[in-house]
């Protein structure tokens, strides 16, 4: 299937690497969980400022602030199931022609893209890092000191947390087709 | 130093070029830098970098800091956290309404204040000066303002720092962003703004909030260029002084120019059905007085991150009376 | 090779990975990636380009509500709100041929009064309305065509996130230019149903086997109001509280989101199960999109370091080619981006270029910003970079219908949108006539 990566391991898969899948798969629906609360929250916190402001005459503080930060935090915390549930866009035509004509063609090439774009997730975790750091020593905040300040250290941190979790179900994903090439099996059924 | 005989170098500002900083970076700063490098056998290939195309709002410090522009407009007043003494002028409101003496006199404290100068130097940034000063922010309004207590129970949109102005007077202060004060006026989301004129009537403002009060809430520095610092140590001194000399004339060309549209703008937005009011020292003075003293909230919060607020404050204060100044209140002396 | 030439040579090789099969996001941050490495000669410099756009480019109050209007829709779907409404319309429209089609259309319009941005429009019908469509019996291209056209109202009908853009980047009133892209947004409606309804008769095919209304019994009196009341009072709710001062057009999303789901629990129609996952969902849709836009955003600011679009810009700009030789010329230059880059990229880039050219021809401002705002619209639909495209297909996961299925299916209202610019060109009372 070109569209998902969600059909589920085909079941000639080795056991160990389903028990890993199994592993991974859950530490991605976690994050996936938190990041749908998160923007379950954002959605009280912008009524309760709108409430505030407009009965009690008194607004919340910081909430363009808190709504920007959690905007990336929902983001990176989602990117990996949004991956392995198969909904980063792409082009199928190519890959479904190479798919009828050639199937074991269409897994080299998915093992070459998830590859390529696991060493690229792995830059941007690589250039992040050194941001988290300088946020968490300088003590870097958002908002206006008198009024609203919340550290940004957390947002940073969920972008390494983010990428490390692409980056692992990328890798999965590639493997998933080598192991299949291996075993000389075309794509998912 | 390093022998550039040419060498490209990325400017970067976050805002677009109708902003007045920015048309002088391009018209003032790059030209005067290409003038002062003739004949020294260095040249600069300019990119230039404006409206977000690199970096947006708020990003120019890490764009310069990282490299990926070696030059940049760097908005402290977005950047509260990294460049926190350089806000200074934010928490000390009623102070003085001259852009101009602002601009110079925050220029001489980022090479002469210690706090200031290690802020930039803890961002990789060295500062070349041509300060962004902002002419003395209004408030308008939806209502006449006569009183204070005109205020009570007012929602009015400000700046982030600025909100802190409206505590004590009995308005709601809301955070708020140039781009939507129009429209948020318009349909009754704010009853007023705090927002300087050179942005008001670009944006129309007076249109929607005709009742203009000169509070007196003063001018205010808003950032300047700096230069990645590893970059700029690996420049022929020559270059490098072009570079300073260049921002300072940017700096008195871009005030200028600011005093004589904020003169114009104000004729511009009473012919078009506008009041001004200037309000009488009473006012103000209540005003002042009703208010927190957020500079100290500010300085002590700075005191207990290893920075000295305190004496940042009392540098600028001192500094501000000693250009003839006469602050409303004094915010270091309580 | 010069900046200029690893720019043009990166855009080739994204197009190929795009169509190779390379996930979106991915060729955008690769061909970035490698264009910023070779143009400043150094892959860490790169690296810090890409982080700092993944920190920066979404990390706004504008973006963060976008999951929120993406929510809204999906619980006015999933509480059966959006198959009621649809059973109203399609009792309204049913003497009408392509009824249903005219009616997501003018649903569009209605909702474009409420968000600011086109790819919320794009996510909350591709839930409401395409299964309404197919339900009915219309091809599954036409259905995700009709959404992906009349997503594009949402940026030119009041609020729009666009116009307040142009109106930053050019110091024009944004209240004008709201006022501004009405005529022209409601005339883009018009022709978008016109055409439908022509298609309805001439070449009914082309809209799949839509049942011919008398199939459907007509409903009562009280059938309407049962059905068509509850997202009736949602959208009262959000435009009231709107024009009333309540709520801004950013915070709509919200209110309107805590608004369906109270509807929803009081028509006992949401489930928590359904809820959770709906909320589920928004997360999904909200993130691959918004890590589509980083990587547009990354790939947009490796282009203005190679000084590509700069190039291209200032060839126009500075051609001696008359007033319309300009004005056409930049609109080309506009669309031909527009299949490559994201709608504020290209206004970033572009705009700024122009104004200079532009005050010495006299140009009204307010005017060449609609002519702007239509032109960069156009680009959501066109391959290989459509956003309103790629948004649909996000949030339909369905495999059966193809990205290229989408593209198709919106071409018909690219060119409607085409008929509409030359309007706004050739009769400029329409942007300007109500201000
Ligand atoms: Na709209
Ligand atoms: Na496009």
Redesign the pocket.
């Known amino acids: 299937m070109a569209h998902s990566q969600d059909t589920g391991p085909a079941p000639a898969l080795p056991g160990w690497f389903l028990l890993l899948q199994q592993g991974v798969d859950g530490i991605t629906v976690a994050l996936n969980v938190a990041g749908t609360i998160l923007i379950f929250l954002v959605m009280l916190l912008v009524n309760f400022d709108v409430i505030g402001r407009n009965f009690f005459a008194s607004p919340i503080s910081g909430v363009p602030e808190m709504v920007s930060m959690s905007i990336v935090a929902i983001v990176f915390l989602q990117i990996a199931q949004a991956f392995r549930k198969g909904r980063l866009t792409r082009t199928e035509a190519v890959l479904g022609f190479v798919e009828k004509r050639a199937p074991r063609l269409r897994l080299v090439m998915d093992i070459i893209f998830a590859l390529g774009s696991a060493l690229l997730i792995w830059q941007l975790y690589a250039a992040s890092q050194p941001l988290f750091v300088k946020a968490w020593v300088r003590g870097t905040f958002e908002g206006t000191v008198g009024d609203f300040t919340a550290p940004v250290w957390p947002v940073k941190l969920i972008i390494l947390i983010g990428c490390i979790a692409l980056l692992v179900q990328l890798v999965m994903f590639a493997a998933s087709a080598a192991l299949r090439l291996v075993a000389g099996q075309g794509a998912r059924p | 130093p390093v022998r550039a005989d040419d060498m490209t170098v990325t400017i970067v500002a976050g805002h677009p070029p109708v902003f007045r900083w920015v048309k002088h970076a391009s018209q003032t700063f790059i030209p005067a830098v290409n003038a002062a490098l003739e004949g020294t056998g260095h040249s600069i290939t300019w990119s230039e970098q404006y409206g977000g195309s690199l970096a947006k709002v708020g990003e120019e410090l890490e764009a310069v800091e990282e490299g990926l522009a070696e030059i940049g407009l760097v908005s402290s007043l977005f950047d509260p956290a990294k460049l926190a003494p350089q806000n200074v002028t934010y928490f000390t409101p009623f102070v003085i309404s001259d852009s101009t003496v602002v601009s110079e006199w925050m220029d001489k404290l980022q090479s002469s204040n210690a706090d200031m100068k290690a802020a930039w130097e803890a961002n990789g940034l060295e500062y070349l000066g041509g300060a962004i000063g902002i002419d003395d922010y209004l408030l308008m309004t939806n209502f006449p303002v006569n009183s204070i207590a005109d205020l009570e129970g007012r929602k009015i949109g400000a700046p982030g720092p600025a909100v802190n102005w409206l505590k004590g007077t009995g308005a709601v202060g809301v955070s708020g962003n140039l781009t939507t004060y129009y429209n948020e006026i318009k349909t009754g989301v704010y009853d007023g703004v705090i927002v300087f004129a050179s942005a008001a009537l670009p944006g129309k403002l007076h249109e929607v909030a005709p009742y203009i009060t000169k509070v007196g809430f003063g001018a205010q520095y808003a950032g300047g260029f700096a230069a990645n610092k590893d970059w700029f140590d690996g420049l022929d001194p020559a270059v490098q002084q072009a570079l300073r000399d260049a921002a300072a004339a940017d700096r008195v060309a871009y005030h200028a120019d600011l005093d004589a549209s904020v003169a114009k703008f104000l004729g511009i937005m009473t012919s078009q059905g506008a009041t001004v009011t200037e309000v009488d020292d009473a006012f103000r003075q209540q005003w002042a007085s009703g208010m927190d003293n957020v500079a100290r909230v500010w300085a002590d919060k700075l005191d207990a991150s290893g920075v000295n607020g305190s004496a940042v404050l009392k540098d600028y204060m001192d500094t501000m009376r000693a250009a003839g100044a006469t602050p409303v209140r004094n915010w270091d002396q309580e | 090779m010069t900046p200029f030439e690893i720019g043009l040579t990166s855009f080739g090789v994204m197009i190929l990975m795009v169509y190779m099969g390379f996930w979106v996001p991915f060729a955008l941050m690769l061909s970035s990636f490698g264009g910023v490495w070779l143009i400043k000669g150094s892959p860490i410099l790169a690296g810090k380009l890409l982080a700092l756009a993944a920190s920066k480019t979404i990390s706004s109050y504008f973006f963060g509500v976008v999951p929120l209007f993406v929510l809204m829709g999906y619980i006015v779907s999933v509480s059966g709100m959006g198959r009621d409404a649809f059973d109203v319309a399609n009792h309204l429209f049913r003497r009408l041929k392509g009824g249903l089609g005219i009616g997501t259309v003018g649903a569009n319009a209605i909702f474009a009064a409420i968000t600011g941005i086109s790819i919320a429009s794009a996510a909350v019908f591709t839930r409401i309305a395409v299964p309404e469509m197919m339900r009915h019996g219309y091809s599954a291209r036409f259905s995700v065509g009709v959404v992906a056209g009349s997503s594009v109202l949402g940026m030119l009908i009041p609020p729009s996130l666009l116009l307040i853009l142009y109106g930053l980047l050019t110091e024009q009133s944004v209240g004008d230019l709201f006022i501004a892209g009405v005529l022209p947004g409601l005339t883009l409606a018009f022709l978008f149903g016109g055409g439908i309804w022509l298609t309805a008769h001439l070449n009914p095919g082309a809209l799949g086997s839509a049942q011919d209304a008398d199939d459907i019994p007509p409903l009562t009196g009280r059938e309407l109001a049962q059905k068509g009341l509850p997202l009736g009072l949602l959208i009262g709710l959000v435009l009231g509280g709107l024009y009333a001062g309540f709520f801004t057009p950013i915070e709509a999303g919200a209110v309107g989101c805590l608004g369906a789901i109270l509807i929803g629990l009081a028509r006992r129609s949401l489930s928590l199960r359904d809820f959770w996952e709906v909320l589920n969902d928004t997360g999904l849709v909200t993130a691959s999109i918004c890590f589509l836009i980083i990587a547009a955003q990354m790939y947009s600011r490796m282009l203005a370091l190679s000084g590509v679009p700069a190039e291209f810009g200032s060839f126009v700009a500075t051609a001696d080619i008359g007033y319309w030789g300009v004005i056409l010329a930049y609109v080309a230059l506009v669309i031909v981006m ?3 880059l994201d709608s504020s990229s290209i206004m970033l880039i572009l705009v700024p270029l122009m104004l200079p050219v532009l005050a010495t021809m006299q140009v009204d401002l307010i005017w060449f910003g609609i002519v702007t705002i239509i032109a960069v619209e156009i ?5 290989p ?2 956003i309103s495209v790629f948004v649909i297909k996000s949030a339909l996961d369905d495999p059966e219908i193809t990205l290229g299925d989408i593209f198709r299916g919106a071409a018909p209202f690219a060119l409607l949108m085409l008929v509409l610019l030359g309007l706004v060109l050739a009769f400029p009372q329409l942007a300007t006539a109500l201000i």
Do not use: C
Request: charged share 0%; glycine share 30%; hydrophobic share 40%.
């Open positions: 527009g299949t490559i680009g959501l639909l066109t391959p970079f459509g």
